[in-house]
């Protein structure tokens, strides 16, 4: 990015996140999810970095909260209130510790972390002034929003109706060894909140277009009332977690655990379920604990908050311009983002099914980087009006494919222009065609390379023939090169072949050479996987291999000698070896002898998949080509595991967690050759949750529904009766 490019971006940030900042935080109204906002805002952090003479002092990296609203009063704090700097992973807290130590000059830093859950509502500071008359009584005074940091809106008139807000705290006598030495007032932050259910009552009594869209923007409107009686109807609450100024050492309180234990003391409330912890790794531990019953909770979070928990740390870290280097908002992975669009590509599947891709600027989602996602179709594109150079939203489809959710408009650059859906196919220039009822385009060549291409790097895939060697870039040579037509002609390739290709030598010419060999005999499951049928997946593959009767017989097949013992296969001679095996056109013969209505009665496939098979085993060429990989010496073998006792036989299982020495795969494989199914999500019908460590809340809803829970070595005894 040139400067001139990161001064225009720069400045269309700034506006648009004081827009985001102004609605969210003055109009409580929700244009964007927080994700959003937060990313923008990194990414105006990140050019500010690289050119830092472009950074405003009105830039909202500069800045705490938002412009102050010209309805009410304002007034100045006591302190000034700093906002938290954010961690989102493992690395930013570990370099958050190693800055505080570098800071402080010390090679260890004793780790005593007072971990809160960071409510999602309204930062407010109260105020209680002390009795003239009675040293150790307060009086509530006055309540502040966050504001600008240095001034907030005086909302005193809708606080005082927060049930839970006491409006006379009295100090314990413990804390006040000296009372003349107490502070003339406390100033003490928390968040107001208000409940899932809450929020949904108010929603019910108001109008669509009044409903809030969640508990913080509910909170937030009803504390801005000038009336206080709308607040005193709704349900707002408070939880308390700062006490500012010189009030702490006045009061003899050496740690935040003690702020939290003095607040509980005066009757202000706190939430329970902080925590002191003493490692990172525990921090983590208690991150992912609370992740897993944040849906749970009656009220929003978004993360934890990070405090050192001895004071005075506090005083020696002090604070940057804006936030305590003592402290971090440890934040859950962000579900949605924001990312510029590279360009707009159409890619072609194994079927020829159209999918149009926005090439992305690498962004972190969700725990993964993206750098594409998915546009999904046509009609898509055109309600989104996705441009290329807009900045776009994106998040996670089930947590796993990244899609657009929305354009913001306001950051669309000038002169672009609508993307125009292309009439043929982006590889071999034939027409598409949008089948009546289907979203999807799709390119109807059979002999289209992209389809070629897709359907050869699917047929060595790890789950399919498994050969290693053969890469993207290696089938495309190949393609290219008139050494491959059809995935059959894989198992024909010769060493003179391979050795044409870039980067090919003799040890490695040999080693592909030997994979393609040893692929050879698969399993019938993999095989039906392998050949790209649509709607047939690894576990329609698998039930299809074990629900139908496929006959066996005593094979004669060619071999080549050298590969038992693992040597060259160069000028290796081929000898006949007996197996116990399934023809490949035994295969095209039985699912042919079966009608759709023997198919579709199989349990878990259906009349879709039924006639996906008749559809695809009824093609002369696809005939053709079972018929070619027969004649180059494939054989399929029953089912991997098959022949075990069919102890799971009926059971479904779920897994959650890390299994002590079985990958998931090994577990999901042994529970298959036992006859037992297996489930995402826990529900009545699951039998079993095989149980690892750090479960996530598949583990709650295990135990909601009186599941049976077993660990890995009952698991194991039990493969073996």
Not at 349 to 359: D, E
């Amino acid at each position: 990015m040139t400067r001139s490019d990161a001064e225009k971006r720069a400045k269309k940030l700034r506006e648009e996140i004081w827009r985001l900042n102004r609605a969210y935080f003055i109009e409580d109204r929700t244009d964007v999810s927080e994700d959003v906002r937060d990313a923008l805002k990194q990414e105006l952090i990140a050019i500010e970095k690289e050119f830092p003479e472009l950074v405003t002092p009105d830039s909202p990296t500069q800045r705490v909260g938002a412009p102050l609203d010209g309805r009410l009063p304002k007034v100045p704090h006591l302190t000034t209130k700093e906002s938290l700097q954010d961690a989102f992973s493992k690395e930013d807290l570990e370099e958050w510790v190693d800055l505080m130590r570098r800071f402080l000059g010390r090679d260890a830093l004793d780790l005593q972390i007072c971990c809160e859950l960071k409510i999602d509502g309204l930062n407010i500071t109260l105020w209680y002034k002390q009795d003239p008359h009675d040293p150790l009584m307060y009086h509530y005074a006055r309540a502040l929003t966050r504001g600008n940091g240095i001034e907030g809106e005086d909302v005193t008139h809708t606080v005082r109706t927060i049930e839970s807000v006491p409006l006379h705290v009295k100090i314990p006598k413990k804390y006040a060894a000296d009372p003349a030495g107490l502070p003339s007032a406390l100033e003490i932050s928390g968040e107001v909140y208000m409940t899932k259910t809450a929020l949904a009552q108010i929603n019910a009594t108001l109008p669509d277009a009044e409903k809030f869209a969640n508990p913080r923007n509910a909170a937030a409107g009803s504390v801005r009332q000038l009336d206080p009686k709308i607040a005193a109807e709704r349900d707002l609450r408070i939880f308390c977690y700062s006490l500012h100024g010189a009030a702490p050492d006045a009061l003899h309180i050496a740690t935040q655990a003690g702020v939290l234990e003095f607040f509980q003391a005066i009757d202000i409330p706190v939430s329970t379920a902080c925590r002191v912890i003493h490692s990172l790794k525990e921090v983590h531990s208690f991150f992912e604990d609370v992740g897993s019953k944040r849906a749970s909770l009656p009220f929003d979070i978004d993360g934890l908050v990070l405090k050192m928990n001895d004071r005075r740390l506090h005083r020696e870290l002090g604070s940057t311009a804006k936030a305590p280097r003592w402290a971090r908002a440890y934040k859950f992975p962000a579900e949605e983002k924001t990312a510029q669009v590279l360009g707009i590509v159409l890619q072609v599947g194994r079927t020829g099914a159209i999918t149009p891709v926005a090439h992305l600027t690498p962004t972190h989602v969700a725990g993964t980087t993206v750098t594409r996602a998915t546009l999904h179709n046509e009609d898509e594109i055109s309600r989104l009006d996705v441009r290329i150079g807009d900045t776009v939203v994106i998040r996670k489809a089930g947590d796993i494919i990244p899609e657009v959710v929305h354009v913001l408009e306001n950051l669309r650059p000038e002169r672009t222009k609508p993307f125009r859906y292309p009439h043929n196919c982006p590889s071999c220039g034939t027409a598409l065609v949008r089948p009546e009822g289907e979203a999807v385009h799709r390119c109807p060549n059979p002999h289209c390379g992209a389809q070629q291409q897709e359907r050869l790097e699917h047929f060595v895939s790890r789950y399919a023939f498994n050969i290693e060697g053969l890469g993207k870039e290696t089938i495309a040579d190949l393609i290219d090169g008139g050494f491959v037509d059809d995935p059959s002609d894989l198992f024909t390739l010769r060493a003179e072949d391979l050795l044409q290709l870039p980067l090919f030598r003799e040890k490695k010419t040999e080693n592909v050479l030997r994979n393609v060999e040893q692929a050879k005999r698969i399993p019938i499951e993999r095989f039906l996987f392998a050949l790209g049928i649509r709607h047939i997946g690894r576990e329609n593959a698998d039930l299809l291999a074990r629900r139908i009767g496929w006959p066996t017989r005593n094979l004669t097949v060619k071999e080549k000698a050298g590969m038992r013992r693992q040597t060259s296969v160069f000028g290796d001679e081929e000898k006949q070896v007996k197996i116990e095996g399934i023809r490949v056109t035994d295969i095209l013969k039985t699912i042919g002898e079966c009608s759709l209505v023997d198919l579709s009665a199989l349990n878990g496939i259906g009349d879709i998949v039924a006639q996906s098979l008749a559809d695809w085993f009824g093609d002369a060429r696809n005939r053709k080509l079972l018929q070619k990989i027969e004649d180059a010496g494939v054989v399929c073998l029953r089912p991997e595991g098959d022949g075990a006792s069919q102890t799971f036989a009926d059971k479904t299982f779920v897994i959650t967690g890390t299994l002590p020495t079985l990958s998931r795969e090994q577990a999901r494989a042994m529970i298959k050759d036992r006859g037992g199914n297996m489930s995402g999500s826990v529900s009545k019908q699951t039998d079993y949750l095989l149980l690892g460590t750090d479960p996530g809340s598949k583990l709650d809803d295990a135990k909601k529904l009186g599941t049976r829970m077993i660990d890995e070595a009952e698991f194991l005894t039990m493969c073996k009766i």
